[in-house]
């Protein structure tokens, strides 16, 4: 795990994902999204391994998903896909919602993963405030 020093400079990393994603839901899109290179999925790769504990990257590998647990609320979770896709949220173990973030362009799947982790661990109610939730009905 990343603690430091370190984390604020993967959090300034993840910045334009997160700056993209509320001019999306601003109304205010972008002139131009640039593409990355073709290294960036190799890149983004070993800065979400960086980012991640052993037992986060086993359970990226082996599931698909990564378990992030609330900051605020102690019986929820979510789950991060491995690249693009709906975050699923359990409280108590029950699917109780599923979050859809768009961003402006496309990202490579670790950035996106890292960027869910760090919106999620570094301001939950933000994160939640800049998605489209969808309820489940139970």
């Known amino acids: 795990m990343i603690e430091g020093p370190e984390a604020a400079a993967l959090l300034l990393l993840a910045l334009p994902a997160l700056l993209a994603i509320g001019a999306r839901w ?3 899109y972008p002139v131009l ?3 990355w290179d073709p ?3 190799q890149r983004a790769a070993s800065l979400l391994r960086d980012l991640l504990s052993d037992a986060e990257r086993e359970e990226l590998a082996r599931v698909g998903c990564l378990t992030v647990p609330s900051p605020s609320i102690p019986s929820r979770v979510y789950r991060v896909p491995a690249g693009a896709g709906h975050v699923r949220v359990y409280e108590a173990g029950e699917h109780v919602m599923s979050i859809c973030v768009q961003p402006t362009g496309p990202l490579p799947s670790g950035d996106l993963v890292a ?3 760090l919106m999620i661990e570094g301001d939950e109610g933000e994160y939640l405030r800049r998605t489209r939730v969808h309820w489940s009905r139970g």
């Open 33 to 35: 999204v640039p593409q």
């Open 26 to 28: 601003s109304g205010q």
């Open 115 to 117: 960027m869910h982790k």
């Open 39 to 41: 290294g960036a999925e």
